[in-house]
């Protein structure tokens, strides 16, 4: 089962190919983020939703909550979405 649901997902966002494109792009920023933790940089954003204790989190899960929740917005611009 997918969670959070992909109706609540797309209530967030204007279409389903946003959805994908802005899930890509903060799930990457995610995994940068855990990768970079032990050389002590700080450039990427944390994970804005709590982490379960209980089961280590895909990036993706993580970003999809995050969509889900509001943290995340996006921008359409003519290169593409910030």
Do not use: H
Request: proline share 6%; hydrophobic share 40%; aromatic share 6%.
């Amino acid at each position: 089962m997918i969670e959070p649901k992909i109706e609540t997902l797309l209530g967030s966002v204007d279409s389903k190919y946003t959805l994908v494109i802005l899930a890509a792009k903060r799930s990457r920023q995610i995994n940068s983020y855990f990768s970079q933790l032990g050389d002590g940089i700080a450039e990427f954003t944390p994970p804005q939703v709590p982490l379960r204790a209980d089961r280590a989190p895909k990036a993706l899960s993580i970003a999809l909550q995050e969509i889900a929740d509001g943290k995340i917005t996006y921008e359409r611009t003519a290169d593409g979405i910030k």
